[in-house]
T-cell receptor, first 114, second 116 residues
Framework: AQTVTQSQPEMSVQEAETVTLSCTYDTSESDYYLFWYKQPPSRQMILVIRQEAYKQQNATENRFSVNFQKAAKSFSLKISDSQLGDAAMYFCAYRSAANNDMRFGAGTRLTVKP | DAMVIQNPRYQVTQFGKPVTLSCSQT?????MYWYQQKSSQAPKLLFHYYDKDFNNEADTPDNFQSRRPNTSFCFLDIRSPGLGDAAMYLCATSQPGPRIDNTEAFFGQGTRLTVV
C-alpha cells in the first residue's frame, strides 16, 4: 500500500512570511493524485491545492503553491504571505487513480505568529 | 449547496453497545470513504465504496461494518464499541478515477464518538 510521510509535526511562521511544508510518498503507481488539505481546530477538512501526477507544471492557488518532484516522490506546499487564518493542521494526501484509495500523512501543525 | 453531511455531530455510546453513524451526500459522487481520526493523528482509512463495490482495509477490525443502501447514503456500524474506538469519524466523497479533473475528496464535518 502507498504511504505518505510528513516529517514536520509542527511548523511556525511569522505573519506575512513564507513557509514550506514537506511531504514525501511511496508508490509504484504512475497515475495518482496528490493533495494538501487544511483542518482548522474542530472544523471541517478542506482542500487547499491538488496536483495530478501526469501534470508536470506545479499547481498554484493564490498564496499556495506546490513543488512536485515526481521522480523524488516529493510534494511540498509553500504558503506565501502567511495569514493568521492559515493556522491549522495540514495533511498531505495521496489518492490512487486505479482503486480510489486515499491515504494521509501524519499532518503538520502550522502556527502563525502575529 | 451540495455537500457531505454527517449525523450526529457528537455521539456518546456505552461500552459494547452497537452504534451507527450516518453520512449523506448531495454531490452524487460514486466513491464514499470512512476514516477514523484520533486526536492529532492522520485520518486512517477504514473502507471505501465505489458505487456498491465495498473495499475494506486489511487492518480494519471486524467490529467495524458499513452499509451503502444507495448513492446518497452510507453508514458506519460499530458492533461493540470499545474505549479505543473513541475518535472522530470522517466521511468523504469523490468522483472515481482515473480522471483529469475534480479529483479531490469532499469531507463532512465528522462525528465525534465518545465511549463511556
Amino acid at each position: 500500500a502507498q504511504t505518505v510521510t510528513q516529517s514536520q509535526p509542527e511548523m511556525s511562521v511569522q505573519e506575512a512570511e513564507t513557509v514550506t511544508l514537506s511531504c514525501t510518498y511511496d508508490t509504484s503507481e504512475s497515475d495518482y493524485y496528490l493533495f494538501w488539505y487544511k483542518q482548522p481546530p474542530s472544523r471541517q477538512m478542506i482542500l487547499v491545492i491538488r496536483q495530478e501526477a501526469y501534470k508536470q507544471q506545479n499547481a498554484t492557488e493564490n498564496r499556495f503553491s506546490v513543488n512536485f518532484q515526481k521522480a523524488a516522490k516529493s510534494f511540498s506546499l509553500k504558503i506565501s504571505d502567511s495569514q493568521l487564518g492559515d493556522a491549522a493542521m495540514y495533511f498531505c494526501a495521496y489518492r490512487s487513480a486505479a482503486n480510489n484509495d486515499m491515504r494521509f500523512g501524519a499532518g503538520t501543525r502550522l502556527t502563525v505568529k502575529p | 449547496d451540495a455537500m457531505v453531511i454527517q449525523n450526529p455531530r457528537y455521539q456518546v455510546t456505552q461500552f459494547g453497545k452497537p452504534v451507527t453513524l450516518s453520512c449523506s451526500q448531495t454531490l452524487n459522487h460514486n466513491v464514499m470513504y470512512w476514516y477514523q481520526q484520533k486526536s492529532s493523528q492522520a485520518p486512517k482509512l477504514l473502507f471505501h465504496y465505489y458505487d456498491k463495490d465495498f473495499n475494506n482495509e486489511a487492518d480494519t477490525p471486524d467490529n467495524f461494518q458499513s452499509r451503502r443502501p444507495n448513492t446518497s447514503f452510507c453508514f458506519l456500524d460499530i458492533r461493540s464499541p470499545g474505549l479505543g474506538d473513541a475518535a472522530m469519524y470522517l466521511c468523504a466523497t469523490s468522483q472515481p478515477g482515473p480522471r483529469i479533473d475534480n479529483t479531490e475528496a469532499f469531507f463532512g464535518q465528522g462525528t465525534r464518538l465518545t465511549v463511556v
